[in-house]
């Protein structure tokens, strides 16, 4: 079975450039205690979490245009089959959906989608967490910043 192509969609990403993953990624590690750490130190911190979090999204929004894509897919299959075969309209809802999840590439299909449903949630999991990582950077920094603006005084 071939999937017809919709002329003028196109199910790949925009113009805009990728993000490529950080290097230092696997050797970052998040500080004991932030209040030890210099302004110059929180900094550049703070750059390489905002990296990681960009990264982050960006990976976020690929996974969630792949799901759309396979949802697409499932839909444009499940549509097919029920041209090709007339009769299955006639039948009870789920002796219809028996049949329809039984297809081998409807089963391959909501396979792959439901690894990158679980591929989202670890995802959102990271984008959250570098989140509240750089929200307690900034905290911190501003908190630097102000006493050494008091001790100038």
Same mark, same amino acid.
């Given at each position: 079975?071939?999937?017809?192509?919709?002329?003028?969609?196109?199910?790949?990403?925009?113009?805009?450039?990728?993000?490529?993953?950080?290097?230092?990624?696997?050797?970052?590690?998040?500080?004991?205690?932030? $209040? %030890? !750490?210099? +302004?110059?130190?929180?900094? &550049? *911190?703070?750059?390489?979490? $905002? %990296? !990681?979090? +960009?990264?982050?999204?960006? &990976? *976020?929004?690929?996974?969630?245009?792949?799901?759309?894509?396979?949802?697409?897919? &499932?839909?444009?299959?499940?549509?097919?089959?029920?041209?090709?075969?007339?009769?299955?309209?006639?039948?009870?809802?789920?002796?219809?959906?028996?049949?329809?999840?039984?297809?081998?590439?409807?089963?391959?299909?909501?396979?792959?989608?439901?690894?990158?449903?679980?591929?989202?949630?670890?995802?959102?999991?990271?984008?959250?967490?570098?989140?509240?990582?750089?929200?307690?950077?900034?905290?911190?920094?501003?908190?630097?910043?102000?006493?050494?603006?008091?001790?100038?005084?």
């Amino acid at each position: 079975m071939k999937l017809r192509k919709i002329s003028g969609v196109s199910l790949t990403f925009s113009n805009f450039p990728g993000i490529k993953r950080p290097e230092f990624i696997d050797a970052l590690r998040w500080p004991v205690d932030l $209040t %030890q !750490l210099t +302004a110059q130190n929180i900094s &550049e *911190l703070h750059g390489k979490y $905002t %990296q !990681l979090y +960009a990264y982050a999204n960006q &990976e *976020l929004s690929r996974i969630n245009v792949k799901i759309i894509e396979l949802e697409t897919r &499932e839909r444009l299959r499940r549509n097919y089959l029920f041209r090709v075969s007339p009769s299955m309209n006639s039948q009870e809802r789920w002796r219809r959906d028996a049949v329809l999840d039984s297809d081998t590439k409807i089963e391959e299909i909501a396979m792959e989608r439901d690894k990158q449903r679980m591929a989202r949630v670890h995802t959102e999991m990271f984008v959250a967490n570098y989140e509240k990582y750089l929200n307690a950077l900034s905290r911190e920094l501003s908190r630097k910043t102000h006493e050494s603006s008091l001790r100038r005084l």
